[in-house]
């Protein structure tokens, strides 16, 4: 056991012990003048601690010692009494602060005593515990808020959780240390209510005692036991202030920096050295005055202008050296290093290029609000089908017509359109009665025009006419091509960013991923391809869950992927419908069991091994329902057995990628499902 542990566990309660003691038990007058002298100490120590204390809960034990001061001071109080009153005497201290320190005069002892009450009960007493109660109030008050913040943080994966159980010991810590500093004011101010009582007691009880017990004169017992009186109200006193400025100081503390009380004050004035220095002009103004005193004045004048300059000085070096530092930082690459070729020849995941005219649009200064909404266009995407889609780089391209723009994924040209400056486009079946160039949107390959930008009222006046500005088109266009590549642009970093966030919340489905093998390359492949397929992947810890589920029994791809795909089923299938109604096209049973006898695993993925005509029958009868449907204003999906989806999803992505393929495992029991048609092996029939 060490020193502090022994401390804590032995010494502590008996200090406690020792002061109720002292209480009742009378002290020889050499011990308590040590004890006096050990208060006024202790008195300075909390002060100075709570002026270096870099926030108000790290002296978290200070309202417990203001209680243990507070008592041990008028335990001292009782014992000092006890002593002039038994023996007309009580030590040295309280004998040389009523002689010395007042001068032996009765009047301005009691006079500077009453100060010192009215300076700590009405000044610092009365503000530190007002000061207290608004803290314990506001700290109460904004707990809740915190946590909320908190548990968002943890869930957003922004912090982790042992972050998050120190960030919540924290606002504990802190709302604990205000509400106990709210009572314990009240400690300080009830000592100084004691102060002032026990100072009368004396005066009245010792002329008393040396009246009518010791026969003395009233005149020597007033000016004895007066004067023994202030003593022990000035050594009370004393502490008792500077622990009433101590608790003034540590409820006041506002934190800025994770420095103490002096470098905050020495850095803060140090930030404004011209208010110093006008200061110093000022009373050099004041000095100069006809009646007023010219020496004092001058000389702060002129002390606050040096340290003014002083402070100037010691900016200006720290500015130059920091300048010194950024062109040591910013030392430029050779051009033909290594480095800066590798920079210049990288690839992009996601890329703008737009033509010079177009810059405009980029330009904040000038209005231009295309970046602010790329960043909208990209939180959009992550929380709609939890896409981290990548920075995209935006940079301008001499090599492009006036107004045009090209988005490449991954340094491929997977987008390309116009955006003429001055014009607005219009889309809807009404735009042939309006000016302009005639175009196709590049989303929905709808006919739209661009159109001059002040006809926007006019065409707005047209029904079924939709008029967006050219931010507006490009980011549309934008999120389209990186919502059908999302795949492309996942990288294994953001999956591990995944797992990461994942393990912040739900440990366990990480480390049992890990037990079973599943790599971040594995979960990778596995997520790509859910992408690949259109389905959401914003539930990541139950796309971990059933993959590893899976790759218990066999760790292959594609049964990965079907397990992934049955587990987000609901969210799948409600992707797809519309007012919880799912309308499908369903294969005739026995159809489908034709197909399903032609499905062959090659390599651990499904294929569909038929004759041509009858991949061929299959597609156009299902084309033919879909686009029937879809003129009636709704987009079936293709229903079939889970064994077949696989297969059938590889037909239909490349044959006809606008539908989907869901298995009968990943239909929702929220959704109802509505037949739009059957393909049969011969002929199609139309529910």
């Known amino acids: 056991m060490n020193l502090r542990q022994r401390m804590g566990l032995f010494g502590v309660p008996a200090i406690v012990i020792a002061i109720v003691v002292m209480l009742v038990v009378p002290i020889p007058t050499v011990l308590l003048d040590i ?64 002689n010395f320190v007042v001068g032996g005069q009765i009047v301005v002892g009691l006079v500077v005593f009453l100060i010192l009450i009215v300076i700590q009960f009405v000044v610092v007493t009365a503000g530190a515990g007002r000061v207290s109660e608004v803290a314990a109030r506001f700290s109460l008050d904004a707990m809740t808020p915190k946590l909320v913040a908190i548990d968002s943080d943890l869930s957003a994966g922004l912090i982790d959780r042992d972050e998050a159980i120190r960030r919540r010991k924290e606002i504990d810590n802190a709302s604990d240390f205000y509400g106990s500093m709210d009572g314990a004011s009240k400690f300080v101010r009830g000592d100084a209510v004691a102060a002032l009582v026990i100072v009368l007691v004396n005066l009245i009880g010792g002329f008393a005692v040396g009246v009518i017990e010791h026969h003395d004169s009233i005149s020597q017992a007033i000016h004895t036991y007066s004067i023994l009186s202030v003593g022990d109200g000035l050594v009370s006193q004393i502490p008792a202030l ?16 994770d420095e103490d009380f002096g470098f905050d004050v020495a850095t803060q004035f140090g930030n404004q050295p011209r208010a110093v220095q006008i200061a110093g002009i000022a009373v050099l103004l004041m000095g100069l005055v006809p009646g007023l005193p010219h020496v004092p004045f001058l000389i702060v004048g002129a002390l606050l202008l040096l340290f003014a300059g002083r402070i100037i000085k010691v900016a200006s070096t720290h500015k130059e050296k920091e300048r010194v530092e950024r062109e040591h930082a910013e030392v430029p690459v ?25 810059a405009p ?25 939890g896409i981290l889609v990548p920075k995209v780089r935006t940079r301008d391209n001499v090599q492009l017509d006036p107004g045009a723009y090209v988005i490449r994924v991954n340094g491929v040209e997977a987008g390309r ?81 995944f797992l990461d966030v994942c393990k912040s919340s739900d440990k366990v489905a990480v480390d049992e991923m890990a037990a079973a093998q599943v790599t971040v390359s594995d979960l990778h492949r596995v997520l790509v391809c859910l992408l690949d397929q259109g389905v959401p992947i914003s539930d990541m810890v139950r796309i971990v869950e059933a993959v590893t589920e899976r790759a218990r029994d066999a760790k292959v791809h594609e049964g990965m992927v079907e397990a992934a795909r049955r587990a987000l089923g609901p969210a799948i299938s409600v992707q797809h419908a519309r007012d919880g109604v799912l309308p499908v ?95 049969r092996g011969a002929a199609v029939v139309a529910a």
């Open 35 to 98: 004890m006096i002298t050990l208060n006024l100490s202790f008195a300075l120590v909390v002060l100075l601690t709570t002026m270096h204390v870099r926030k108000p809960k790290d002296f978290s034990t200070f309202p417990t010692l203001l209680l243990v001061a507070t008592l041990f001071r008028l335990a001292l109080n009782v014992s000092v009494t006890r002593m002039v009153l038994l023996h007309g005497y009580a030590g040295t201290v309280v004998n040389a602060f009523g």
């Open 585 to 679: 096209v369903t294969i005739d049973v026995g159809f489908e069991r034709q197909l399903a006898a032609g499905t062959r695993v090659t390599g651990g993925e499904s294929e569909l091994v038929v004759e041509p005509s009858v991949a061929e029958h299959l597609v156009g009868r299902a084309r033919a329902l879909f686009e029937q449907a879809s003129h009636e204003g709704s987009e079936p999906v293709l229903l079939v057995a889970g064994p077949l989806r696989p297969a059938l999803q590889r037909l239909f992505a490349a044959a006809l990628p606008r539908m989907s393929v869901l298995s009968v495992d990943e239909v929702s029991r929220n959704v109802r499902i509505e037949r739009v048609g059957v393909v």
């Open 417 to 497: 359109g116009v955006a003429p400056p001055g014009r607005l486009l219009a889309i809807g079946t009404g735009i042939d009665a309006l000016p302009g160039e005639a175009t196709t949107e590049p989303v929905f390959n709808l006919p739209a025009k661009w159109i001059p930008a002040d006809m926007r009222t006019d065409a707005l006046g047209l029904s079924g006419i939709t008029v967006v500005d050219r931010a507006s088109a490009i980011v549309t266009h934008l999120g389209d091509v990186a919502s059908k590549h999302a795949g492309e642009l996942l990288s294994m970093q953001q999956v591990q960013t």
């Open 361 to 385: 649009l980029v330009d904040e200064t000038r209005g231009g609000d295309l970046l602010a909404r790329i960043r909208a266009m990209r939180r959009k995407l992550a929380y709609e089908k």
């Open 242 to 257: 500077l622990l009433s400025i101590s608790t003034g100081i540590i409820v006041t503390r506002t934190a800025t920096t």
């Open 334 to 358: 050779e051009p033909d290093s290594p480095h800066a070729l590798a920079a210049e020849i990288k690839v992009e995941p996601l890329q703008l290029e737009i033509a010079p005219n177009l």
